[in-house]
């Protein structure tokens, strides 16, 4: 425990003058009783060093009270505890809860942003939200219709409040913000309707625009140094955002960024990564498509990149690069490293260096995966860090209007938004995936602002040959690249996970279960189900001492859209409606939170 | 526990044919295992025999598992569970799930009826409704479009269904359905809306209509016999229905049946009670209005009423009679008789011989009650068995346009629809009450097909010079007329209690706590917060030998409907919206079933 403690410190503690900004935020994410933003910490660790619930007693776990939202469809993120204040928030319309945890959870205040609900139809993936952030006094909410608002934790009395995009245009929110020292970290969505991404800095004071950062377009807007940003070593380059488009491409070229940021104090870098190139016809837009699908390092401060690693150049499935980027200290090849940890859509676990970006591992962490035969890791070569596409998957070899069929994975990936936990103890990785295949047809598409700009028919079905279920919970080694176990579950794990020092792992279930697992054996101790399909991550936190376990249920995301939206043409929702049908006979719309606790 | 089973078996053996053709059913409500209908059983008693759970160890309930019905707004009523299916319904628009109790509660099959959104508007308190009925492999849902559906209980097809009222005259329902022999018994909602009540019975085979009784009009409508017919012991006489009311007001003249209904085998009666006569404003409707506000004993096979009980004559204040009639068989008086207890919106509990019709006691079971001194029990007096009404309260006698203040209790009453429980080891009645006061200002309203008819003006509050709260729960003496023991609440209590065998008593809150009192004593044993108010039933089964309470939260109905429809003008919701404003510091919106069980 000693270790785990001092690893993290050394993550969180040595630093610089923005950490004295934030000397607030940066206490109760060392706090274990409390839950301050979304990933837990800013390694993403998703780990607590709360043990109190553990793999002897888990077994025993109750619930200790639940809150309906008030809105249903799916529920992403989690709450927060701040305090002795839970911060509960909602899908659509985005309403946050602060709910009193000294007073039987009453509602201490409600706000309810007032948002044009046109904003609905031009969210690609359900009405979710990745929910609220702490920091100064302060919870900040990002609005579907991309609104950012700074509310008073204790009154929810509105602080400011800055747009960041225009839905008419197809931008839209569904990530959470990170709160780093003085400033606030705001993506963008909207890859399926050509919206190029930005990642954009505003001051935590009065939110006024610090910088944004472009994932494709001139230098200035991508904020590179041709000379010092480097990928896999080399430097950029001039016009690295440009050159590898036709035309103005990139100017509708996606590379949206709603996933998860990650921050490291000692390197002062946030780290995320880039969605979809713009069509999903790969046919329309030749070239690698840079910025597009690409792991981010740059400077808090500044927003200058100080490395990219483009993992899928040239995407032809939708591989969305955003998934979390998890940061550890660990051995590797007999070395003390400061690694990045990211379990990509396009089905590879990859392991690199976060201060250099150096790639040192890149491995499927599903076995299904059938688009690549790997990645190219040799350094000499001209193809050093390209997967190598296996032609019968290809859909840009195939050809427009030619249906490749057993792709794997789907373009939901191995793993989608469902962030995966780490525990320093095991030095394992907790990843909920998806086991999905898919057909994927594309055809040319004409660009409107506002409206969708996909390009493809997709069909998605359960890995064949396989257990025939939909997805897997699965330990992975990001050191040798082995899966250590895996859970076999018949829906993909859309939940996020939890690891604590407790032994145990916790994640739910599309049908509504809530699991823990051994987290050495993969041994399951407990399962409820709660009221409906869960999509959100598990959180912990301790009230009065005692430590409480917190999930929210409601069914919904790209997996759950079918349910959520009221489709049932299997093409619909992108292919995920007819491949996630059977999800009707185990759960319905819901909106809940369910906290457990051991008994008294 | 010998002599309660007797008694039970008197009440529900005893009988004629139609009891042949309705075995199944009969062998279910005589077994605690199931819960086949709303009522538990037809004596409305809301009692079971099952005793695992019970005083000494209901403090370790634990949730066992959630389901989300994926609707929101006010759940009334209950899941019923027959053999291993569990039957769940919603709110508007009527969802009926079937979960199968031997596999996780998996959806067998789900039901969602096709209804004109127009209907919302024309329910008057809340897109309610009170929950199916099961008889002869059949599961009867009884929509808010007033539609009746006879479902496969198997397969959820449609075995038949018919219309029972036009929501665009004002006529919808909330009511569940009370199955008997080979009909099926079926209300109407609407005194809002000047809708002339009605009770329907209706052919379980096909559908067809066997017959129907209206609250008042012509004797051959309310299926009355001038001299056999009864009212305290007197023949109702010749034009009953119309003679106290002026010209063809009685044609649009309330007095709905959105109530519960109770059936004696031996009699071969049906019990039940009419609401409010219409308009609210009682200027415009001088005299009795009869058969407003009356409980009746019909006879199941003609419709035939025997006897009539007519409680408040004439009423200023809507304190429709609809309540649940309970039926047992007493002491009193040194005598054993088939009694029939009933809690009237008005603030009396009332004590009836049930086979003669014999108005034996009526005792406020509130002592905030103040817009009567009593009932004159005098059978020789000319005012036998009317209410003295204090003039101060009178809203007829301070007249039109005149805001008679301080009236207690509010127009919802001591209490409203949610049904009271009895156990036969106390010999005491558990009821959920409302502890609120009004204002009330009446005024001249014209009549239009499927617009309000209202004509008042209502204000709300917590019962003045009391402990604060808006409610009580109480255990009640239905021979003695006293109140034994009274739990203060915050809010109404609006959930419909259970009596169990255990020596305790379940019922919810408007909060959304769960509670369990020692049936003896009133003290409280056990608490759990759900996630949204409760205005659902409580009820029981087991499963594998196992002993479960459930019940559904969905904060609603008229206490909650500013919760429900989103109102904020203190007067809208008829009042309710203002005094049950602070509601929304302890909930949301919901509609989740929560099932508990005591630890393995
Ligand atoms: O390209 C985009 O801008 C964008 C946005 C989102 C989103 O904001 O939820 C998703 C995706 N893409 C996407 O590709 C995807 O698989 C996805 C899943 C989900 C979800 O919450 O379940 N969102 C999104
Ligand atoms: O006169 C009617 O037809 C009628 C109908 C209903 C209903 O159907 O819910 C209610 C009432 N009246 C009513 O007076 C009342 O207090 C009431 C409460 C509720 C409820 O479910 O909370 N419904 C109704």
């Known amino acids: ?92 319309p985005n309403i946050v809860y602060a709910l009193d945890l ?64 225009d839905p008419a245009a197809g931008e839209t929110n569904t990530a959470t913000v990170l709160p780093v020292g003085d400033k606030v970290m705001v993506g963008i969505s909207g890859g399926e309707f050509g919206v190029r991404g930005h990642l954009t800095a505003y001051s935590i004071a009065d939110g006024s625009q610090v910088w944004r950062a472009y994932s494709m377009g001139p230098d200035s807007d991508i904020l590179v140094d041709p000379e010092t940003t480097t990928h896999l070593g080399e430097p950029v380059g001039e016009n690295s955002g440009t050159n590898t488009w036709e035309g103005d491409q990139w100017k509708i070229g996606g590379g949206t960024t709603w996933g998860w940021y990650s921050y490291d104090p000692e390197e002062n870098l946030v780290y995320y990564g880039t969605g979809n ?94 688009w690549t035969t790997g990645v190219d890791m040799d350094p000499a070569s001209e193809d050093y860090g390209r997967p190598t596409v296996v032609a019968e998957y ?21 793993k989608d938004q469902q962030p995966a936990a780490y525990s320093p103890e095991t030095e394992l990785f907790y990843v909920p995936t998806n086991h999905v ?11 409107t602002a506002g409206q969708p700009y996909v390009g493809a028919t997709l069909a998605m079905y359960p890995a064949p040959e396989s257990h025939g279920g939909m997805g897997n ?70 009230q009065e001492g005692k430590q409480y376990i917190a999930i929210l249920s409601g069914v919904g995301g790209w997996a759950g859209i079918g349910l959520a939206a009221g489709l049932t043409n299997p093409n619909d929702g992108l292919g995920a409606v007819g491949g996630y049908a059977a999800l009707s006979d185990y759960t319905s719309l819901g909106g809940q939170l369910t906290v457990f606790a051991l008994p008294d």
């Open 437 to 447: 295949c898919m057909d994927y047809e594309p055809f040319r598409v004409s660009y």
């Open 277 to 370: 190139p713009s069509t999903w016809n790969p046919a329309q837009r030749p070239g690698d498509n840079r910025w597009s699908m690409t792991i981010m390092a740059r400077d808090i401060d500044t927003g200058m990149a100080k490395w990219f690693y483009q993992m899928t150049p040239h995407d032809e499935w939708d591989f969305d690069g955003v998934n979390e980027m998890i940061l550890t200290d660990q051995e590797i090849g007999g070395q003390e490293r400061k690694l990045l940890t990211h379990f990509d859509r396009n089905g590879l676990g990859y392991t690199l260096d976060r201060v250099t970006g150096e790639l040192l591992l890149a491995e499927k962490y599903d076995p299904a995966v059938n």
């Open 394 to 414: 290809s859909t840009e070899q195939n050809g427009e209007d030619v249906n490749s069929t057993g792709i794997c994975p789907a373009a939901l990936g191995s």
């Open 1 to 92: 425990m000693k270790r785990i403690l001092a690893l993290s410190s050394v993550l969180l503690a040595g630093s610089t003058s923005m950490v004295l900004a934030n000397d607030d935020l940066m206490e109760r994410i060392d706090d274990p009783n409390q839950w301050a933003i979304q990933t837990g910490d800013y390694a993403n660790q998703r780990y607590s060093t709360l043990d109190e619930i553990n793999a002897d007693n888990v077994g025993d776990l109750q619930v200790a009270w639940t809150f309906s939202t008030g809105v249903l469809r799916g529920h992403e993120g989690s709450p927060l505890v701040v305090d002795n204040v839970m911060y509960v928030h909602t899908p659509f």
């Open 102 to 165: 000294a007073d039987e959870g009453k509602i201490l205040w409600r706000y309810e942003p007032k948002q044009d609900p046109n904003v609905i139809p031009v969210m690609c993936c359900d009405t979710v939200n990745r929910g609220v952030a702490y920091a100064d006094g302060k919870i900040f909410l990002h609005q579907a219709d991309t609104t950012v608002v700074a509310l008073n934790a204790e009154t929810g009395a509105v602080e400011w409040s800055v747009v960041n995009g």
């Open 473 to 542: 919970f699965i330990a992975w080694n990001n050191i040798t690249g082995e899966i250590e176990w895996s859970i076999p579950e018949q829906f993909s794990v859309w939940s996020g996970a939890l690891a604590t020092a407790g032994d145990i792992v916790f994640y739910g279930t599309l049908e509504g279960y809530l699991k823990a697992i051994d987290a050495q054996t993969g041994e399951e101790l407990y399962k409820f189900k709660t009221p409906s399909g869960i999509i959100g991550n598990v959180m912990t936190y301790t």
